[in-house]
């Protein structure tokens, strides 16, 4: 049997894509890799459906719908770049 690998399945939430959150998703990633991990699950909130189910920090922050759905969109890209 293979030893077994260092890995994280709950993912995280970043600065860069979260306003509750701190370290930027690069920082978060890196600090993975420098701890030894194998593999980890990166997460986000995704956005509403509809104006009136926004996040609480996304209403106080005057953030539409539109708008997390572009900051999405960017996590996605972000990550893939630094999967690559």
């Known amino acids: 049997m293979s030893e077994a690998q260092r890995v994280s399945v709950h993912g995280a939430h970043s600065g860069s894509f979260c306003s509750h959150a701190l370290d930027s998703l690069e920082a978060v990633v890196n600090r993975c ?6 593999w980890i699950c990166l997460t986000e909130h995704m956005p509403p459906e509809f104006e009136s189910l926004r996040a609480p920090d996304d209403v106080v922050e005057g953030h539409s719908v539109e708008w997390t759905q572009q900051r999405l969109d960017n996590y996605f890209t972000e990550a893939r770049q630094l999967q690559a």
Request: net charge negative; charged share 35%; no cysteine.
């Open 33 to 38: 890799i420098e701890l030894g991990y194998e």
